[in-house]
């Protein structure tokens, strides 16, 4: 029997480590300049919680969970995102009781059911961040700074940035009425999916796929020209921030773009999406948006919070496709070639050498060149040679694979030559 990984998976081998390293590491230095503080919760949590966090007519809870029944009879779901998940905790664990905001990151696996494509996979990995407890546009001028240094400390260029308000409640309601009352006077030009979609989330219409909607789309009414109170106040305050923005960043750009919604239900306000200059949106490298009613919904005390959420996988094929550079994986500082009798004597220095902090691998037991080749092959700073004559004389032979690598007797034992390794500078 020949067994497959799931379709939408991935096994990332050793060769593409470096890249998960540059998207990981980058993250958590970008979320520590920020102030942001690791969390993890759960790989699978109560169905419930997508189900009214993420909202059950969301493309996502509708088709995309992977939910099942365990052994206790209890509704599980395989995280589709970690923002539900993030202020689940927040209110669990009391997090309120902290001084707010309460600055949070995660990197971690999510499931969601979609047709495998191009950076659009079942298990895919998030780096997110939430910032929780604070209503202010410093704020969300804040997590789009993060989202933008980070595409920038990765070196990836031409990414746009579009941000969009979707209101409050409030002015929601009349502004989902005209734009329904717009799109029901065109309808007929309207194709099939759209006529659908207008009638379960009429939002959704505007970031529609289709091109015949598209151009329907942009003559549709703003949101932002019904925001009203405070959410317009927030607003203002936040594009002159975002302007401000340049002088820290002389790079950075936005457009406001009236067809940018989002695909989940608990977003207020501002929203905003990262994408490479020439994608179509399955291109989104960073998405998020401030979800002040999500606390209340999830059954939690009224909690304004924001944060983002960016595709690792989408970030390495952008790393990838603009050729940027990862640091190429070290290989041990040793390997042990060992001929005749010595391989005992060979595991034994392999274990000495180990132990004072020098990486190393005892080569497989054939003969001597296919041991070098191995040495090479494992990218080896040096090699160790013993024989039985090196083993009777208490000397072993000590290669350099680096440049210009030389070749010397040392004494056999492990710290003469972790000493010697250490000398070269070849560690
Ligand atoms: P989202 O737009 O559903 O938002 O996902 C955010 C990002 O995750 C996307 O822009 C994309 O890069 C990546 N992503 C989503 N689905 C897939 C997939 N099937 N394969 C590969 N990558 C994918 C959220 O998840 C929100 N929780 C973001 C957020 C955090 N909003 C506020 N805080």
């Known amino acids: 029997?020949?067994?497959?990984?799931?379709?939408?998976?991935?096994?990332?081998?050793?060769?593409?480590?470096?890249?998960?390293?540059?998207?990981?590491?980058?993250?958590?230095?970008?979320?520590?300049?920020?102030?942001?503080?690791?969390?993890?919760?759960?790989?699978?949590?109560?169905?419930?919680?997508?189900?009214?966090?993420?909202?059950n007519e969301t493309d996502i809870v509708q088709k995309e969970m992977y939910s099942f029944e365990d052994h206790g009879g209890d509704m599980i779901t395989l995280r589709p995102e970690g923002t539900a998940s993030v202020c689940r905790a927040y209110i669990e664990n009391g997090l309120h009781n902290q001084p707010q905001p309460v600055r949070l990151y995660y990197a971690a696996a999510m499931y969601r059911y979609e047709r495998p494509q191009a950076g659009r996979v079942r298990q895919f990995h998030q780096f997110g961040v939430e910032a929780i407890g604070d209503p202010s546009p410093e704020v969300d001028a804040e997590v789009i700074e993060l989202g933008w240094?980070?595409?920038?400390?990765?070196?990836?260029?031409?990414?746009?940035?579009?941000?969009?308000?979707?209101?409050?409640?409030?002015?929601?309601?009349?502004?989902?009425?005209?734009?329904?009352?717009?799109?029901?006077?065109?309808?007929?030009?309207?194709?099939?999916?759209?006529?659908?979609?207008?009638?379960?989330?009429?939002?959704?219409?505007?970031?529609?796929?289709?091109?015949?909607?598209?151009?329907?789309?942009?003559?549709?009414?703003?949101?932002?020209?019904?925001?009203?109170?405070?959410?317009?106040?927030?607003?203002?305050?936040?594009?002159?921030?975002?302007?401000?923005?340049?002088?820290?960043?002389?790079?950075?750009?936005?457009?406001?773009?009236?067809?940018?919604?989002?695909?989940?239900?608990?977003?207020?306000?501002?929203?905003?999406?990262?994408?490479?200059?020439?994608?179509?949106?399955?291109?989104?490298?960073?998405?998020?948006?401030?979800?002040?009613?999500?606390?209340?919904?999830?059954?939690?005390?009224?909690?304004?919070?924001?944060?983002?959420?960016?595709?690792?996988?989408?970030?390495?094929?952008?790393?990838?496709?603009?050729?940027?550079?990862?640091?190429?994986?070290?290989?041990?500082?040793?390997?042990?070639?060992?001929?005749?009798?010595?391989?005992?004597a060979g595991a034994a220095l392999a274990s000495g050498l180990r132990a004072t902090e020098v990486s190393t691998v005892l080569a497989p037991k054939r003969s001597m060149k296919a041991q070098m080749r191995y040495a090479n092959q494992q990218n080896a700073s040096n090699v160790v040679i013993l024989g039985d004559r090196e083993v009777e004389n208490g000397v072993a032979s000590v290669k350099s694979l680096g440049e210009g690598g030389g070749q010397s007797e040392v004494a056999l034992d492990a710290a003469s030559i972790a000493e010697h390794v250490r000398s070269n500078g070849n560690q």
Do not use: C
Not at 23 to 33: E, L, P, S, W
């Open 1 to 55: 029997m020949n067994f497959k990984r799931p379709r939408g998976t991935a096994d990332i081998l050793p060769d593409d480590q470096p890249y998960w390293g540059k998207v990981y590491d980058t993250a958590r230095k970008v979320a520590h300049q920020f102030g942001y503080r690791r969390i993890d919760t759960p790989t699978f949590e109560d169905t419930n919680l997508f189900e009214r966090g993420v909202g």
């Open 149 to 344: 240094k980070y595409i920038a400390d990765l070196g990836i260029k031409n990414v746009t940035l579009r941000i969009n308000s979707l209101g409050d409640a409030e002015g929601r309601a009349d502004y989902i009425n005209d734009l329904d009352k717009y799109f029901l006077g065109v309808v007929d030009q309207l194709p099939k999916v759209d006529q659908d979609r207008l009638k379960r989330a009429p939002l959704r219409v505007l970031d529609s796929k289709a091109r015949e909607t598209q151009a329907i789309a942009n003559a549709a009414p703003k949101s932002v020209d019904y925001i009203t109170g405070e959410a317009k106040e927030h607003w203002e305050a936040l594009l002159v921030l975002l302007d401000n923005l340049k002088q820290a960043y002389p790079d950075f750009s936005y457009t406001v773009d009236h067809r940018l919604v989002r695909g989940l239900d608990y977003y207020n306000r501002t929203v905003f999406e990262f994408e490479p200059a020439e994608s179509g949106s399955q291109g989104t490298l960073i998405a998020g948006g401030r979800y002040d009613p999500l606390m209340g919904i999830l059954g939690g005390q009224e909690t304004p919070g924001i944060g983002f959420a960016g595709g690792l996988e989408r970030l390495i094929l952008e790393l990838k496709k603009q050729e940027l550079p990862v640091n190429s994986t070290k290989g041990p500082d040793v390997v042990v070639v060992t001929l005749g009798d010595a391989r005992a």
